[in-house]
Structure formats: C-alpha cells, structure tokens
C-alpha cells in the first residue's frame, strides 16, 4: 500500500467538523499522518480540542500546526514540511470525503504511473433540487468542473518539494492550486483525474460574497505575469467577463468625466454605454437564479458595483506584481 498523509488548511469554520468525521469514518487504509494547520491569525485562538474529538482513532495521528493567517498557500507549504509520507492528499476544511474514500484514494495512488505527480478527486456540490440555484450556489457548483482544485488534491511530496510548493504571494483560497498545477506540468510531470468522490456542500454566505471575490482579479494579474497571457488555455480555466468590467467601468467613469466638464450630451450618450452594459450584467445573473425578490435586489446592486471593483483589483495586481518574473525565470 503506498502511504499517504492528508493536509487540511483551515480557520476553524463550524464545517471541519463535519470534514474531520467525513474522514474518519471512510473506509480503507488510512492515512498515515493527518496535518491541521491553523491559519487563524490570532496567536491567542480557541485550541482545536472540540472538532478533533470526531477523529476517534485517528487523532493520535494527527498534528495541529499554525501558520498565522498568511492563507492557504503559506498554511499547505507549512503542512508539506511536516510531513514524511511519499504522497500527500490536500483537502479545504469545508469538504466531506466519500464513504469509501480511503480505499478509493489508495487505488488512486496505486494506479499511478510513474511519471504522475497528481491525482485530482472527483467533486460533487449538492444543489437544491426545490428551485433555481442562486448565483453564489452556481458559482460554488463550478468547483466541480475545475482543474486541479486542492479541495481534493493529492501530490507526490518530492515533486511539491522539487517545484517549490505552493506560491505564497496568493493569499486566498484561488489560483493557487492552478498556480502549482502548471508549475508541476512544466517540470514535466503529469496530473489525472482520479475515481475517489468528494462533497462540497455550499456554504451559507453574505449577499455581498461576490462584491469580494472580485479581489480574485489581482491573483489573475499574477497568474499572467508568472505564466504569460495565455495562462487561461493553460489552466482550462474560465476567462470570465474582465474585459467587460473594464469597458463598463471606463464608459462609468468617462461619463462622470464628461458631465464634470458640462459635455451633458456626450455624458448622457456614454451613460447610456454603461447603463446598457450594466443592464445586461445584471439580466445574465439573474436569469438563471431564483429570482426572489431578495436575489433580484442583490443581484441589482452587486452588478453595479462588481466592474469597478475588478477594475480596481487587476490594475492594483498588475501594478503591485508588475517586477515579477516568469517562474520559468526564477527556476532556472
């Protein structure tokens, strides 16, 4: 049996209790070593006593570790240092394995061919069947179209070492995974897609979750400065509506400019732009959703604000990782 460990970052959500009993009762070879890394950034935080006491005969396996809030790139290289199996199977603290996931994973492993460095879980996100998901809810459902998510990630522990692990410049819970991932398949490794199953229930969350998701646009500034333009195709990833945010927010902002400058026609025509652009925004979220008056109303608002807000984010990205080279640079 190829031994493995399993690394979970978190900050202590009420979810990783029920991610810490999902593991333990999975059947099949269990891990050799179970990481947590704290990254609560309070040196002073509750001890972990309560959801560790679901891991039964695990816990003695289990080591605590702190990172100190520097994200979840900086709390996973923390957790690879610690650990000496020859695999290591990354999970996010809001996930729930499979019942047979231990057993499904060691055939993972095991199935590996040698020039394999990654085996990706298959992950499944529960949707109300009653009505049309939300907008947070679809956006959360993408997680299981993705590539390479450490929501469920296992990696050979060597390879980790030898590309450097994760980068801790990205400071969320994105890119960094497809960071990593290109990383390892540039240095001439593969990565498939295994059989174990993976549940990532959709967490409760504001109204105003998608106003701050928008701070993503400053990792994608990375993400090309480190990988080139092209890092879209590279990555499988979606290119998103970017474009259109500048477009709208540079149509907004020269009609302030205009109306300033008391060119009322020309600001009118231009508004008229943003308006049309910001309409459609809003019209292509709300379609698909449930359309309550509550959605409606979010929806409406978070559509106005979301193109200035990536706006801001990709340029402030751009300027703030503007002397970063190519990793390719950096690891020759």
Request: overall charge positive.
């Amino acid at each position: 049996m190829t031994a493995y460990a399993v690394v979970i970052p978190t900050l202590v959500r009420d979810t990783l209790a029920d991610c810490l009993a999902a593991l333990a009762a999975a059947t099949g070879p269990r891990p050799a070593e179970i990481v947590l890394v704290d990254d609560r950034a309070d040196a002073t935080s509750e001890p972990l006593e309560h959801p560790l006491a679901v891991l039964g005969d695990l816990r003695v396996r289990t080591t605590v570790l702190r990172s100190r809030g520097r994200g979840p790139a900086a709390a996973r290289n923390t957790g690879l240092r610690a650990v000496a199996a020859p695999w290591i199977a990354f999970l996010d603290d809001d996930v729930q394995v499979g019942p047979h996931w231990c057993e499904q994973l060691a055939q993972d492993l095991a199935d590996a061919p040698p020039d394999t460095a990654g085996v990706q879980g298959v992950i499944a996100v529960p949707l109300p069947g009653e009505r049309r998901p939300t907008d947070w809810e679809r956006g959360t459902a993408g997680l299981a179209r993705a590539r390479w998510i450490t929501a469920d990630m296992a990696y050979r522990t060597d390879v980790l070492k030898q590309v450097g692990g994760f980068d801790e410049r990205f400071r969320r819970a994105f890119r960094e995974d497809a960071d990593l991932a290109l990383r390892v398949l540039d240095a001439g490794w593969r990565i498939h897609q295994g059989r174990r199953t993976t549940r990532h229930p959709v967490r409760p969350a504001s109204r105003w979750v998608s106003l701050r998701a928008q701070r993503g646009n400053a990792d994608d500034a990375l993400m090309r400065r480190l990988h080139g333009p092209d890092w879209w195709e590279k990555a499988v990833a979606p290119r998103g509506r970017l474009r259109s945010h500048l477009a709208i927010t540079a149509s907004g902002a020269a009609a302030l400019a205009l109306a300033a400058a008391g060119r009322s026609r020309a600001a009118a025509a231009v508004g008229a732009g943003w308006a049309l652009g910001t309409g459609e925004f809003a019209r292509s979220r709300i379609a698909p959703g449930p359309r309550t008056r509550d959605e409606v109303t979010t929806m409406l608002a978070t559509s106005v604000l979301i193109p200035p807000a990536a706006t801001w984010h990709w340029l402030s990205g751009l300027w703030r990782y503007r002397d970063a080279p190519a990793w390719q640079e950096v690891a020759s």
